[in-house]
């Protein structure tokens, strides 16, 4: 998961995500997809800031592969906050609320 501040310019968004895919790709990894969600209101605020741009992307890399992309959002101008989550075989990340998924109901 990666926020971005709101008033980045769409055109760096994708260089920020370009820079993510090398370092992936560099390291032998393999790149998935970016899922991007748009601008949305955040929970809290961060720096003075109540929206970003939030973007799920999704890649397989090793763990030297994977610090070196953290270490890189986190000295990354516009980059707000990012999340590397290990996600389990065979699941799908999560939709943001309105996708076009309906919901699962729970049955008793």
């Not at 370092?23 to 929206?51: C, D, M, S």
């Not at 992307?57 to 030297?64: N, V």
């Amino acid at each position: 998961m990666l926020l971005v501040e709101p008033e980045v310019a769409e055109e760096r968004h994708g260089e920020i995500i370009d820079r993510i895919k090398d370092i992936v790709e560099k390291g032998e990894g393999t790149w998935g997809q970016v899922e991007p969600w748009g601008k949305r209101r955040l929970a809290y605020e961060i720096r003075h800031q109540t929206e970003a741009f939030y973007f799920v992307i999704t890649f397989e890399a090793s763990a030297e592969a994977l610090a070196e992309t953290q270490r890189v959002l986190a000295i990354t101008d516009g980059v707000m906050r990012f999340m590397a989550v290990n996600r389990v075989a065979g699941s799908s990340p999560a939709k943001p609320e309105g996708s076009a998924h309906p919901p699962v109901e729970a049955t008793a």
